[in-house]
């Protein structure tokens, strides 16, 4: 939960401000960050990033492994955001957020509303984890280089991949305008 909704929760106390403080060292409310709260640590992960930084939405490995791409337990909450300067981190008690730059142009596409725990977050889809993951590593021009980044490192399924919303793929991949990402294409076609 964000300050402006715990003050307006503390709204009856003479000083809001003490009464938060308070509650912090006691530990009945935990700060995640400077203006972000939780109840628990069993507090929904995934809905606070967006609370931590905004805009943003969940990407990367972590929206592999939600959408069960990969088969290993992601730890970092990892987000896409266009509107930075350079990335940012920030180990909490929730766990470790990450926000990486993707291009503005590519930002709004291919994102879905997710929940969890009653808590609602924005979501990459399969298609756009996929891509702003691919996009992070630079440079792979060989299609089996690209082959073993799919498949050894990011130990995803040939199958997985092949049941991809190809056409959606074709559409973002020049917004990103990515050497690795244009590899992707080729390496798809010559399937």
Known sequence: MTRDYVMYELRSYAS??????????????????RTVYADS??????????MIHSP?????ETALAYHQM??????????????????????????????LYIP???FPWAVQPAMEQGHGFRLATKEKALL?????????????????LL???????EEAIMQLDWPLIQSLVPLYHSTTLNTLLRWRNAQ
């Open 16 to 33: 809001p401000k003490s009464k938060l403080t308070q509650m912090i060292k006691k530990g009945e409310i935990i700060q995640i960050v």
């Open 41 to 50: 640590l069993s507090d929904p992960k995934l809905a606070a990033a967006s």
């Open 56 to 60: 943003c939405y969940i990407s990367f």
């Open 70 to 99: 990969i088969p290993e337990r992601v730890f970092e909450v990892k987000s896409a955001g266009f509107q930075l300067k350079k990335e940012k981190h920030f180990d909490t008690p929730l766990g470790r957020y990450s926000f």
């Open 104 to 106: 503005e142009a590519v």
């Open 132 to 148: 702003d993951t691919l996009y992070k590593i630079r440079s792979v021009t060989s299609r089996k280089d690209l082959q073993e």
């Open 151 to 157: 498949f050894d490192d990011l130990r995803l399924e």
